[in-house]
């Protein structure tokens, strides 16, 4: 038994922001309340701290199988760990693709033998995610897949859109896509735009993304099923899911901490900045506040994609796409938004727990009875972010040797610190 005491509990779903306690006992939450005592239990003195639902992460890679140069569930989940999250949500686009029951397995098993917190498979959208037949969906959701996506390219065409919106609605799954248009995309390194063409980088329009935003809002009003846009960079994208859920339609979308953060003027001759969807604008990224504050905004997700050394030590328009994400996403999100006042605390919980929870069609929340996953952490603990220091493989992140004010105290999953700082 865990009791954590003295601490603030933030919870969005039960709207509680008071000082209790939370007791743990076989993986579960048993009791919340003020001034609890079991002798014994291990005490963990919360005293300054927030405790929080466990966060969860829509979007990663933990690129096993077949990548392990670049990491693997094990580093991957220990750095998950650190930044605070119990449950990470990988993409498909591994090697080979997860689009089978036996990959998604083989991801499931690998997880619980060697994973820091809960993993939940994505499964592809299409054979190979090659966008012309449905993959093994069906299969895959009796394996422990919670979504499909082609994530690392948009499903290729709205007929095949449509044919998976049809399928998962009826598995009640959601159904993710990495929008861009890719007749526009084709060649590009970085968002287009005055920057890109001072320093001489092909560009890639803003509307390559809403493009295909607007045509997946215009399936889901066809289908009436659950559509999630991954990594939402641009103030037309955010328009369309706005309209979306203005009609009702059963539309969510997440952003990244790296584009509420940075933009595309912050970009240099430094892979570490190249990301897909590329750095925004400043309006842009203006919008993207403007959602995460009025609530347009269902999750804030990492996609943190871990790169070998050696790949992304070359030309800024050769390397690939990405940078990793668990560590700083929770004091980028402090940075960024609380600490300036655009956003409560409550509101950037939510955003980590109750948020992506609801897009994948479950619960979170601090009440007896629910699963013993929980973040705790400190809004004001100063301390410097050394991608040398953690346990993922790859250190691709423009945030390294960042300062910082607020951070991830521990991580609890079922009841276990699987984390402490």
């Not at 399936?219 to 369309?240: E, N």
Request: hydrophobic content about 40%; glycine content about 10%; some cysteine.
């Amino acid at each position: 038994m865990l009791l954590i005491k003295n601490g603030r509990v933030l919870d969005p779903a039960g709207k509680t922001d008071a000082a209790l306690d939370v007791l743990l006992d076989d993986g579960r939450i048993s009791k919340v309340g003020a001034d609890l005592s079991d002798h014994s239990a291990e005490i963990f003195d919360a005293r300054g701290l927030i405790v929080a639902p466990g966060f969860i992460d829509l979007h990663c890679h933990l690129r096993e199988p077949g990548q392990e140069m670049s990491e693997t569930i094990e580093t991957g989940t220990r750095a998950a760990a650190r930044g605070g999250f119990t449950a990470v949500c990988c993409m498909p686009n591994t090697q080979p693709v997860n689009d089978n029951a036996s990959v998604t397995r083989s991801i499931v098993d690998r997880a619980a033998a060697s994973g820091s917190v809960r993993v939940w498979p994505i499964g592809a959208a299409s054979l190979g995610s090659k966008g012309e037949a449905l993959a093994e969906i069906a299969a895959m959701k009796d394996a422990g897949i919670v979504a499909v996506s082609d994530d690392g390219k948009p499903i290729a065409t709205a007929r095949l859109m449509r044919q998976v919106m049809d399928y998962c609605d009826a598995l009640s799954l959601p159904v993710i896509d990495h929008c861009e248009d890719a007749s526009l995309f084709a060649g590009g390194a970085m968002r287009e735009g005055p920057h890109s063409l001072r320093l001489g980088l092909p560009g890639i329009p803003a509307q390559s993304e809403s493009i295909c935003v607007g045509r997946d809002v215009e399936v889901a009003a066809m289908t009436g099923a659950r559509l999630h846009i991954a990594h939402m960079s641009t103030r037309g994208s955010l328009d369309y899911v706005r309209w979306a859920k203005n009609q009702g339609l059963r539309v969510t979308c997440e952003v990244t901490p790296h584009h509420f953060t940075l933009i595309d003027e912050d970009v240099r001759y430094d892979t570490r900045y190249k990301m897909n969807p590329p750095l925004a604008s400043r309006s842009d990224r203006e919008a993207l506040i403007e959602g995460l504050v009025d609530g347009s905004v269902d999750a804030i997700a990492t996609d943190h994609a871990p790169h070998h050394a050696a790949s992304k030590d070359v030309e800024f328009d050769r390397a690939p796409f990405g940078i990793t994400g668990f560590e700083t996403a929770l004091a980028l999100g402090l940075a960024a938004l609380v600490h300036p006042g655009k956003l409560s605390l409550m509101r950037l919980v939510e955003l980590f727990t109750t948020g992506p929870a609801r897009v994948l069609g479950i619960e979170r929340k601090i009440a007896a009875g629910e699963s013993g996953d929980l973040t705790i952490f400190s809004a004001d603990h100063e301390w410097t972010f050394r991608a040398s220091e953690s346990p993922s493989k790859s250190h691709n992140t423009p945030f390294d040797g960042r300062a910082f004010r607020g951070a991830p105290m521990a991580t609890i999953v079922a009841g276990r610190v699987v984390f402490r700082r």
